[in-house]
RNA sequence: GUAGGCGUAGCUCAGCUGGCCAGAGCCCUUGACUGUGGCUCAAGGUGUCGCGGGUUCAACUCCCGUCGCCUACA
């Protein structure tokens, strides 16, 4: 559940406090994505040495490999991967939407070829939320539909209706059939239409759920009319509520949506990122793979208290990823993971301490992006 | 020694019977990646076409010579 602990006074940033089945943490938070149940490259020990608050896991991949069953019976997700913090799971709504040439969708459900294997598979509201019920996930959210925008008004209006009649269907399943102590969140859509926006949040409210997803954002739409529809939604929800961006962000991002008040994120750029051979870094995004980190001996970032930091040069992890080393991929997601709770750390002083609003000016101005060499 | 083949971008090669600015893949360089299919996509660079002659309006493409490498037979 959300505790509100400080609204900044400047900006719309706020401090509080989320409480799951495994444990209370602070927000701002971000969560890495575990899509199939592990987070690229780094073990439980890691995660919990780099202080990591919780993981967002995939359902619908789940579902797909190793099937629901192996999970329930090794006694849930958090044992089966040695995880003992929260762990919020994702409908596959996101899926859907990004494979999109092998599904149709109808109000009943979603039919789609597997990823794996292209067996047609059929899923409700319903068989999805057992699907995390039975996974003992923190937070359940439910499927949705996730669409690309622009879109006319019609568009997101018809995304909007199913997904708010999708959450009543996988409340009211949910309330029947949880686990003790079992979350649920909803997910707004509407596209950038506030009306629709405000149909969604009121809806899911009164459907009753313990967070709100702010979702189809991120999917096309210019940097304005994000965060316009972002600080509209901020608006209008309760602020009882905890406001997780699904899907966002790279760090101004992250910074940007904190201060029109989004509490949580979750993001696939710092292990991606990581795999494509980019660090993030005070200064900004070091393509290590690019051919000033050739002889550079710095660590990648020099103001970075990792492990990686501490031990390795932007020389060595260069090629380790240029002759795809998978330990290269490793120390630099490490890198990654780290650097994104020291960020969100950051944030949280700050928004403690009075001055959030000083912090992002600062932030934004030592961090540029790209320019690898240049970066000192 | 004889016969045949090959020598075109850093690498592996494509360029038919001569004719628009000599190409591809890889590598390399630089971008992009936001509820992750260990990727993918976009842009970019590079060549005295082994060397020297000749034929022709025109040669990477034909002819002669030469150098280097490979294979087969002796």
Known sequence: MFKLIKQDKITKARLGEFTTNHGTFTTPAFFPVATQGALKGI?????YEIGADGLLVNAYHLFIRPGIEVIKKCGGLHKFMNFDKTIIT?????QIFSLKKMHKITDAGVEFQSHVDGKTIFLSPQDVIQAEIDLKTDVAVPLDECIKLPAAYETAANALRRTLEWAKISREYFEKNKHDGGL???????????????????????TGVDGLCIGGLSVGESEDLRYNTLSFITDEADSRYIRYFMGYGKPRDII???SLGADLFDCVVPTRYARTGSAFTWRGELVIRNAPCAGDTRPLDTECDCYTCKNYSRAYLRHLINVNEILGVQLTAYHNVFW??????????????????EFKKEFLSNYSAASCGIIR
């Open 340 to 357: 994104y709770k020291s960020l969100i750390n950051k944030i949280r002083d700050s928004i403690a301490q009075d001055r959030f609003s």
């Open 184 to 206: 649920f969140f909803g997910i707004i859509q509407g596209g950038i239409y506030r009306d629709l926006r405000k149909i969604s949040i009121e809806g899911l409210i009164k």
């Open 43 to 47: 073990t439980t020990k890691e995660l």
């Open 256 to 258: 940007e949506a904190v």
């Open 90 to 94: 994702d409908s596959g709504g996101y």
